[in-house]
């Protein structure tokens, strides 16, 4: 049996389709059941028997920190898909991160050693990998020293528990997409990108990322959870873009003009300090912190060599054909 983590967000939804397509037994656990009805969304995009293949996941009430529950979930599993994460750029949240992120993470890993199960794909992220102006690649070393965002820290501890449960005899591979584009929450996340540039984005910055659509991140966990591959990670990037390029494929998708106006570092510079100013004087959240900032200018070239060279029948969807794909869904969803 299939145990999915995370599995009412992007990644955990979109992987759930994937696994009700097949003969598999499945288990998903939630935090509130709001959260369910946007799997049912998502389903939605790629199926009329929505219901059907829903009614396929046995649904269990569980938080990463709740031990009893947790250890409810995994009774006969074999195999676990470990999606579930916080996301959030503000320090003010690092407690809460390390709370999910890496004590949450590590509570599935433990679970993993007592109950021997036989494989765990571990979801993390192109944030825990190290910097090189040329190439990033699995072997790009994490620069402790840096000037990390908080949630790149904790993801890279989480990765730590991993390697840890790896040595404690559970089989094990870890995923690091790039940002993920896909349909089902265009209100948070990578998806909020696409309602923004829909209502008129101001400016764009100058920096270079890696990109890769959310089928292509669920169907490179699936061949490696079936694969003799273990104990490795992989980088999963379609395409490296600039914001200027991924921003343009977006408004041509809706049918409006490019966005051209380039945010410069100084302005990021005063846009990261208002930001902070503000949320000191009204107590709200952080939108602009100065490692987002810092991110949104740096040049990040990542390569999924090592994952393609092992996996040589796999082609990731190009992003140009992606883009309007989830432009459409997200239209059809005003």
């Not at 379609?238 to 991924?246: C, G, P, Q, Y």
Request: charged share 20%; with cysteine; glycine share 6%.
């Amino acid at each position: 049996m299939i145990l999915v983590t995370g599995g009412t967000g992007l990644v955990g939804s979109h992987l759930l389709f994937e696994l009700t397509t097949s003969e598999q037994k499945i288990r998903a656990i939630y935090r509130t059941k709001k959260s369910i009805e946007k799997v049912k969304t998502v389903f939605s995009y790629y199926t009329d028997n929505v219901d059907d293949q829903f009614n396929r996941i046995e649904w269990l009430e569980a938080d990463l920190n709740n031990l009893p529950k947790l250890a409810d979930a995994f009774e006969n599993i074999t195999h676990v898909y470990h999606c579930a994460a916080l996301i959030s750029f503000d320090p003010k949240d690092y407690y809460k991160l390390r709370k999910t992120n890496v004590t949450g993470t590590a509570n599935i890993v433990n679970l993993c050693v007592i109950n021997a199960i036989e494989k765990l794909c571990y979801m993390s992220s192109v944030a825990t990998l190290g910097f090189d102006p040329i190439k990033i690649t699995e072997e790009t070393t994490w620069n402790s020293e840096g000037n990390q965002s908080v949630y790149a820290m904790t993801k890279h501890e989480a990765e730590m528990e991993v390697w840890r449960g790896v040595q404690e005899g559970v089989p094990s591979v870890i995923v690091n997409p790039g940002v993920i584009l896909g349909p089902g929450f265009f209100d948070s996340g990578s998806g909020l990108l696409f309602k923004l540039v829909h209502k008129g984005l101001k400016y764009i910055t100058n920096g270079v990322s890696g990109y890769v659509g959310v089928s292509d991140v669920v169907k490179s966990m699936l061949l490696l959870m079936h694969s003799s591959q273990k104990n490795e990670r992989y980088i999963m990037v379609a395409e490296n873009l600039s914001f200027l390029d991924l921003t343009t494929l977006i408004s041509n998708a809706f049918k409006q003009p490019p966005t051209k106006k380039t945010a410069t570092k100084w302005m990021l510079s005063i846009a990261w300090r208002w930001d902070w100013l503000k949320q000191k004087l009204t107590g709200g959240k952080r939108q602009l912190t100065k490692n987002l900032c810092k991110s949104l200018s740096i040049k990040n070239y990542y390569s999924s060599e090592k994952f393609l060279e092992e996996e040589s029948a796999f082609k990731f969807k190009p992003i140009s054909v992606l883009i309007p794909e989830v432009c459409h869904l997200f239209s059809e969803g005003l």
